[in-house]
């Protein structure tokens, strides 16, 4: 990764709260096996595609960079009282893959700091 692409944080959520987020896959235009998944949310934007916008203005992302930012679908989250419960979908991005959110918040946290439980349609985990 460059220096630029090293600075964005791997997750980057608003502390508690219900809000919207998504998923970044982050690619090398170059080398094909330099990504990475990052998880961006905030209840400050009201879309999915609001998150991204914010994230692009931020990190100052064009698309002259060397690398490619693509969502890869969106959800909800809520972090309340050591739980965090993951589910739904983007309506401009479709679903996530929450299960991977929930590990990289797990590996992120630590395992056991928070009670995380996510939906797929009607099943719950």
Known sequence: MEEKEKKIPEIELDK???FKY???KITSKEK???ERIILQGTAS???HNDI???FTEKYNITENDKYNYEVLGGGKMEIKDNKI???GESSVYGPCDHE???KMLEKH???GKYEITWEKGEEKK
Do not use: N, P, R, V
């Open 52 to 54: 991204y916008k914010a």
């Open 100 to 102: 991977l959110t929930s």
């Open 32 to 34: 094909k096996d330099d």
């Open 109 to 111: 946290f630590g395992k």
């Open 22 to 24: 998504i998923q970044i």
């Open 45 to 47: 934007c009201k879309y």
């Open 85 to 87: 419960h993951i589910h």
């Open 16 to 18: 508690e709260g219900k």
